[in-house]
Each structure stands twice: as structure tokens, then as C-alpha cells.
């Protein structure tokens, strides 16, 4: 305790700070064709999952991450593909989360069994990921929390006891799902667990990752999570915008949450620290606000088109260009058959299949085979400066 930031507190100023939100995710969507809203959700899938290794100082890179998860082409190195699986597995899960809230099926109040499946799923395929260090080293069990005896220490906190934790576990999400209030208070609610959770570091191992997508899941479930266009995560790995040391800002406001009651009624009557977890929830907040408005420039479906259209003149001229401009505007609404794609060039079926040979071998567009549909290629920095 606390567990929320209290009434008379610093509360009206976050909710309104939450409110502010709430208003910017709900305007990530607008304007986008649907199937190209998958396209993004997808690229932000694995953005947010590349942001969350290098939270945990594994680099994985987004286009190994996605290559893994559309063609399964896996890294040829043991340990690298290991870790490639388990991002691959990451993204999956933020997907599906997005894909439940969208239509209705993620309902609240979120509870310890997704938390306990979330990682499971992320290390089913590769648990040597969670093989944890110390005098006698041991691999833990996805999906399943700590117990008797498996106490840790990480970096200089220590959490509760393992066998502790189940009951520790289920009372804290208990309570946030008890009385979740509107948006806003939700929203709230998700940043103070977030730092809760981890504080109570419920698994032996993996405890950043799982939490993470909990979170996210936590967001979608508030209405803040902007239809999966947004990744706290990245947010959470870069810090606020301007700061220096940013990703070490993420570890230090853990820490100042983790701080006892500062001895003073001023820091609330928990054990923890209510101007630490007030802290961190304002954090938390700032970087969110902080990566859905540079989404939203990011995501702007005519900023998109036109970045698109000086690709396309960087890698052609002339009637080139002419030919290859139409396939790649009609991309935009979303897939296209090869058939359409050749009489969008205006001439004949042959130069109508050079055409797209050319696009496909400039990474321009995609397919999942030889003779299959055409989607534009998001895997460009050209495209979306500065997210890759």
C-alpha cells in the first residue's frame, strides 16, 4: 500500500493528465482505411516488442522480429533465434490482445490467469529465457509464479517473499479490478500497477515483458491504447522526450516507487511510498502523452501517402514513376490482387508484371508468395523516420 493514488492527493491533476490522453488515443484511428490500420497495428506489435527486449538489453531487430512471424525464417545463431522466437511470440500476444478488444471479448476486470498465460506464451517455445543466475542457476516454468523458497533479488530490491506471492499477486489485482471507475481512474489504476506488479516481480523471470503486455492490455481495456497504434513500451524504453540518460529514466523511477513511507504524513499512511508512486504514475503519464501525439504525426494517413510518394520518386523517374504511383496510392486502402495491380499501370500485362517485379524487388511491397496479393512494405525508415 498505497495502491492508488488517493483522493486530496495529486489525483485531480492526474486525471485530468489521463483525460488529455484518453482525448489523443481516441484520435489515432481517424482517417485510416481499415486494412491499413492492421497493417500499422502489426508494425506496432513489433515495434513495442523490440522497445520491451531493449528494456532487458536484448536487441532484437523489428525486421527480424516480423520476417520470424510472417515467413517463420528464423536467425541461424542458437541464442539469437531463441530470443527472435520469443519476441515473435511477444508481438503475437500484443496482437491478440488488440484483436480482443476490438471486437469486444477483452473484459474486465483483468485478472491473474491473463497475466500468468501472457507468460506463458512468451516463453512456452524458448524457456531457457528463464533460466535464472545465482549459486545453483535453475529455469523457471512459464506461466507459473513463484513459491516456497523462490525468493530473489533484483538489483538492489527485494521483493516479497516467494511464498508470499500468489496471495500478494491476486489481492493487488483483486483490488484494482474491485472498483475500476471511469476511464481516467483506469488509466491511473494501469500505471500504479504496472509499477505494483513488478514490484511484487511475481515470476522467477520474464517479469518485465509479461508485465508490459499486461499493461498494454490494461490500456486497451481504459480506451487509451489508441486501437494498438501506440506502444508504451517504446515510451517506456526511451523516456521523455529532451531527457538525457532516457533509458536509464524507466529503471530510476521504478526505484523511487519501490521507496518506503518517507516517515511524515505528507507520504501517505501505506508502507510504500505515496510521493513515489504519485511520481511514477506522472511519469508514466508524460511519456504516454509523449508517444501517442508523435504516433499520431507518425500515423497521419496524408502524411503517410506523401512520404510514400517521395519514396516512390527516390527510387524511380520518368514514366517509371507514372506506372509504379498508382499500384502504390491503391496500396494504401489495403490489399491488392496482382491482376489489379498490373492494370493500374494503364499499359499491358507484361510491363504490368515488370512494374511489380521492380516494386517487389525495391522492397516497396510485399506478398506472402509468388502468384499472391500485394500489401505496401512498412518496414521502411523512409516511411515512419525515427520508429525504426
Excluded at 511475481?202 to 490500456?219: D, V, Y
Excluded at 509504379?324 to 496500396?331: C, E, F, G, M
Excluded at 504490368?352 to 512494405?377: F, H, I, N, W
Amino acid at each position: 500500500m498505497p495502491l492508488r493514488v488517493p483522493e486530496g492527493s495529486r489525483r485531480s491533476e492526474l486525471l485530468d493528465k489521463a483525460s488529455e490522453l484518453l482525448v489523443h488515443a481516441t484520435r489515432l484511428e481517424l482517417g485510416l482505411p481499415k486494412v491499413f490500420r492492421q497493417d500499422l497495428r502489426l508494425l506496432t506489435a513489433v515495434v513495442n516488442t523490440y522497445s520491451s527486449n531493449l528494456i532487458e538489453g536484448h536487441d532484437t531487430q523489428p525486421r527480424e522480429i516480423l520476417r520470424a512471424m510472417q515467413t517463420s525464417d528464423l536467425p541461424e545463431d542458437a541464442k539469437r533465434r531463441e530470443l527472435v522466437v520469443a519476441a515473435r511470440a511477444s508481438a503475437t500476444m500484443q496482437l491478440l490482445l488488440d484483436a480482443e478488444a476490438e471486437r469486444g471479448a477483452l473484459k474486465g476486470p483483468l485478472d491473474v490467469a491473463l497475466l500468468e498465460s501472457i507468460h506463458l506464451s512468451l516463453f512456452k517455445e524458448e524457456p531457457a529465457l528463464l533460466t535464472v543466475a545465482g549459486a545453483t542457476p535453475y529455469c523457471a516454468l512459464p506461466g507459473k509464479t513463484r513459491g516456497e523458497s523462490m525468493d530473489v533479488q533484483v538489483g538492489h530490491h527485494v521483493p516479497p517473499l516467494g511464498r508470499d506471492v500468489d496471495r500478494l499477486l491476486s489481492s493487488v489485482v483483486d483490488y484494482y479490478g474491485s472498483f475500476p471507475g471511469g476511464p481516467a481512474s483506469m488509466v491511473l489504476d494501469a500505471a500504479a500497477m504496472h509499477h505494483r506488479l513488478l514490484y511484487l516481480h511475481p515470476f522467477s523471470e520474464g517479469n518485465g515483458r509479461a508485465i508490459r503486455l499486461f499493461t498494454h492490455a490494461q490500456m486497451q481495456l481504459a480506451g487509451a491504447a489508441g486501437g494498438g497504434l501506440w506502444s508504451i513500451s517504446r515510451g517506456l524504453a526511451r523516456g521523455r522526450t529532451g531527457y538525457p540518460d532516457a533509458r536509464g529514466e524507466y529503471k530510476s523511477m521504478l526505484a523511487q516507487a519501490d521507496k518506503d513511507r518517507q516517515g511524515d504524513s505528507t507520504d501517505g499512511r501505506g508502507a510504500l511510498s505515496q510521493l513515489g508512486l504519485e511520481g511514477f504514475v506522472d511519469w508514466f503519464l508524460d511519456v504516454a502523452l509523449d508517444q501517442v501525439t508523435y504516433m499520431a504525426t507518425l500515423y497521419s494517413f496524408q502524411d503517410i501517402a506523401s512520404r510514400l510518394e517521395t519514396l516512390a520518386a527516390a527510387e524511380f523517374d520518368g514514366k517509371a514513376l507514372q506506372q509504379a504511383l498508382p499500384i502504390l496510392r491503391r496500396l494504401l486502402d489495403g490489399e491488392l490482387s496482382r491482376r489489379e495491380a498490373w492494370s493500374l499501370t494503364g499499359q499491358s500485362e507484361r510491363t504490368g508484371r515488370a512494374v511489380v517485379k521492380v516494386l517487389l524487388d525495391k522492397d516497396l511491397v510485399r506478398s506472402p508468395s509468388e502468384r499472391g496479393p500485394l500489401r505496401l512494405e512498412l518496414m521502411r525508415s523512409e516511411l515512419f523516420p525515427g520508429l525504426l
